[in-house]
């Protein structure tokens, strides 16, 4: 039997208001609710504790987002608008107060992780979704970039300065790459379908970050196809050297799903038990480099039979204890 450590979950019903008018829009409520009917079952369900989130800072939002940006998003979804700018961007009117707790989930759970003693795993089970969100724009299903908010708000609140950013998610974090692409501090790296072939056409591996932040950036493309074999060893060689080289105080996971096999978001073909080993790496960079500062935001995973197993077995993995 498999040991694991304590693992507290960022979590509100309030994320399932989040209506995205129902018909064929696979970023749905369900997501949440079956990625809960796992964990609930799973061996998991002992260790776990939930974390209320807490609406995201003003300024803290402001340190990603533009304020006419935020206005434009908060006025669509009162005035009863059915999108933001395109249809993937289906809006309610709710959406925009539940993506300002989705953002500010990682406050509670940073909070969490600097207050506490001993080693402990956070996980921000959130939607709206948030890495191709931009400063300015919103893109594919994504309002507000949680990932990014997270690495301002330890930055900021805590003085942690270097942060690296893993996105997994089979689609390239544009917004996270955009927020960061010249800040030396907050490292980006992403592994994910090649742009050529995927949304959102970003993430070449020629894009290595600009001025003070050239080499902050790492893309790894991977072609359609592409199984557990190719992101294991992008995880053990270019990741783990980056982790290496840059010596980060935090590590934040981007933490999507859909390059599964199953998961016709893309091309991928990755197996439901590769997060595990996902998760197992993060969890030893974390204890080796950051006495164990680690938090993982909920990104895609869009096949609701393989979400679950996939969300839980990649917790698993983070919370092992060797
Ligand atoms: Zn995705």
Request: charged letters at 20%; a negative charge; proline letters at 5%.
């Amino acid at each position: 039997m498999a040991n694991f450590g304590p693992l507290k979950i960022v979590y509100s019903e309030k994320f399932l208001l989040h209506d995205t008018g129902g018909g064929d829009h696979p970023e749905t409520a369900a997501r949440l609710e079956a990625i809960w009917d796992s964990l609930r079952n799973g061996p998991l369900a002992k260790s776990i504790e939930v974390l209320s989130p807490r609406k995201v800072e003003r300024d803290l939002l402001l340190s990603v987002h533009s304020e006419a940006y935020i206005f434009r998003f908060e006025e669509a979804c009162l005035s009863g608008m059915e999108m933001l700018g395109h249809p993937d961007n289906r809006i309610s009117y709710d959406s925009y107060e539940v993506a300002l707790l989705s953002a500010g989930a990682s406050q509670s759970g940073i909070d969490f992780l600097e207050n506490m003693e001993g080693s402990h795993r956070v996980f921000c089970c959130v939607r709206p979704p948030g890495h191709h969100s931009e400063k300015a724009l919103a893109l594919g299903f994504c309002f507000l970039n949680n990932v990014a908010i997270a690495a301002k708000y330890w930055q900021n609140a805590y003085g942690r300065k270097r942060i690296f950013i893993l996105d997994f998610d089979a689609h390239h974090g544009n917004g996270i790459q955009e927020i960061f692409d010249e800040d030396p501090n907050v490292f980006y790296a992403s592994i994910h379908e090649h742009p050529t072939f995927s949304f959102p056409g970003t993430g070449y591996e020629e894009d290595t970050g600009s001025g003070p932040g050239e080499g902050a950036t790492m893309n790894i493309a991977l072609p359609p196809g592409s199984t557990d074999t190719q992101v294991l060893r992008a995880l053990e060689e270019k990741i783990s050297q980056a982790i290496d080289r840059f010596q980060p105080e935090c590590i934040i996971a981007a933490a999507g799903f859909d390059a599964h096999e199953y998961d016709d978001m893309s091309g991928l073909a990755y197996s439901t038990k590769v997060y595990g080993h996902i998760g197992t790496h993060l969890g030893a960079w974390a204890d080796s480099y950051c006495e164990g500062r680690l938090l993982s935001i909920l990104e895609g995973g869009y096949n609701l039979d393989v979400l679950g197993p996939c969300t839980e077995i990649f917790l698993g993995g983070l919370c092992l204890k060797m």
